[in-house]
């Protein structure tokens, strides 16, 4: 016979359903941008339609998608000192995330596969030395935090396996100004960490390109595809993608020779898809296509084009003048123009 404490506990047991994804319209991309004087975070669909818009206190750059919960973290551009946890069903803020004193946030974060921890990527203000801040998903209580293996972490992905490879740019910045201290001695780095936050490998540049800031990851294979921003000689063109698989040295991938100069030695975001990468250069206004392997492709050309997502086998890109594009094979197809600049990344969704 059944009891009422055993039927109560029985109630206890269960778990409604959450709000998940698909409830707000299964997004495909989390982007931040400006329409007007304001502020905002899109979840666009797969045609680059607005499925929601959520405001936001100053200019964002970055935001992490949790695996289930319809729930996105919106960083701010870095270094900065706010993380917002927005409910992209209701609208509503859950959290704001403060680093701890003395530390700032550095524009990227990313949720374990379950998604019961978020990571966010830190700097010590004085140094900019690199930290991953540790937060439970719950309440987003901070639980901890570890080093990133090197100065001035910037974006970070994790491997199927759990472990997480961290972009360390290498650039100690003025905590107040943002102003580069450490050019001629800058070592940038890739930082693979276990899933309890060991360092157990660190990637670096041979020496003539320790100006070469690594900035953005996409997975490529069991590996990274590494996106770079070039401090050194402008004068002088260096390849701004790279390859990384664990256990083996990185790979540098340089474009076509004519192509030289078209980035203006800067990368500013990165893709993997369909067996090839695309990085993005809003100062040179291209996005270049290259093979898994490192081979180039194909670049197109567009103003202030900088976001990049997978769409399919193919690429979507976004601009500073509200344009949204998939890229197929060389070409660059109109998806959507919409009243938003729209800012450096496209968080993909699921």
Known sequence: MATRRGFLAGLASLSLPGIGWADVGSPA?????????????????????????IPLPARGHAAAAHPSRAEAVAFARR????????????????HRLTPPGGRQFNGHGAFSADGALLMTSE???????????????????????????????????????GRL??????????????????????????????PGGEVLEIAELEPALHQNSIR????????????????????????LLGLWTPGGAPILCPPAPEDAFTMQGYAGSIAASGGRVAISSPRGGA??????????????????????????????????????????????????????AWDNHMVPVG
């Open 123 to 161: 700097v010590v203000a004085e140094g900019s030395q690199g930290r991953i801040g540790l937060w439970e998903t719950e309440g987003y209580t901070r639980i901890g935090e570890w080093g990133s293996g090197g100065i001035g972490p910037h974006d970070m992905k994790r491997l199927a396996d």
């Open 287 to 340: 996005v270049m296509v290259f093979s898994d392997q490192g081979a180039p492709l194909a670049t197109l050309r567009r103003a202030d084009i900088c976001g990049l997502a997978p769409l399919g086998t193919d690429f979507a890109a976004s601009d500073g003048g509200g344009g949204l594009w998939r890229i197929a094979g060389d070409e660059l197809i109109p998806l959507r123009h919409a009243p938003v």
């Open 165 to 194: 490879v961290v972009a360390n740019g290498g650039i100690e910045t003025d905590p107040a100004d943002r102003s580069k201290l450490n050019i001629d001695r800058m070592r940038p780095n890739l930082a693979l960490l276990s």
């Open 29 to 53: 991309w989390l982007t931040a941008g400006r329409a007007g004087e304001d502020y905002v975070l899109h979840g666009l669909g797969p045609a680059g339609e607005s499925l929601f818009a």
């Open 79 to 94: 270094p900065g000192t706010f993380a917002l946890v927005i409910d992209c069903f209701t609208g509503a803020l859950r």
């Open 216 to 239: 953005h990851l996409a997975l490529v294979g069991g590996g990274v595809g590494f996106a770079m921003q070039w401090e050194g000689d402008p004068a002088e063109p260096v390849p």
